[in-house]
């Protein structure tokens, strides 16, 4: 079951909303205005990052100076913003929370969050430099290898799944694309 602030007002023209089929042959139930009959579509966030490595396989994590998870260490990543696309929000992401400057990959990561209405798309992302400069949502910016990387303080668990997948493909030396569904 996906948790959400259910629609209680029409953006449109302020009228309390009613939760119903819409009259258009849709077979879900809608956040409809009874006076001006918008229809309200709720639809998943996406959130969007890098796995920022480089060549040695060391890979950059954050460590996060804001809620959710303060604390605890993640992947540079964040919601897309419109008129962006998901590689440009997830560059944009990396530059924001870690000052890293990157060369950005192929989408490495599609992991599916139905329960929190998410999809998180992280992109694979080669590190120019190893110089960082964390924005304010950031306490720090490291590069771990592997037997490094703090397991037990990841933030959130697709950080946790990009990673083992990450590692995995390195070790295989092949990169794939992965496709997650997490319950």
Request: overall charge negative.
């Amino acid at each position: 079951m996906t948790f959400r602030s259910p629609i209680k007002h029409c953006r449109a023209c302020g009228t309390a909303v009613v939760y119903r089929l819409p009259d258009d042959g849709d077979t879900k139930q809608r956040a409809v205005c009874p006076g001006c009959h918008t229809v309200h579509y709720e639809n998943p966030l996406n959130v969007v990052g890098t796995v920022p490595a480089l060549p040695d396989g060391r890979i950059l994590l954050c460590k996060r100076n804001i809620e959710p998870r303060w604390g605890k260490w993640t992947l540079p990543a964040g919601f897309m913003e419109l008129d962006e696309t998901t590689s440009q929000g997830a560059a944009r992401e990396t530059d924001e929370e870690a000052g890293a400057q990157i060369e950005i990959g192929p989408l490495f990561t599609l992991l599916n969050v139905r329960r929190v209405g998410q999809v998180h798309l992280f992109y694979r992302a080669t590190l120019l430099s190893e110089q960082f400069n964390p924005g304010f949502e950031t306490l720090e910016a490291r590069l771990f290898a592997e037997h490094e990387v703090p397991w037990d303080e990841l933030a959130f668990r697709t950080v946790k799944e990009t990673l083992e997948c990450y590692f995995a493909d390195r070790r295989k030396g092949a990169f794939g694309l992965h496709c997650i569904d997490i319950e």
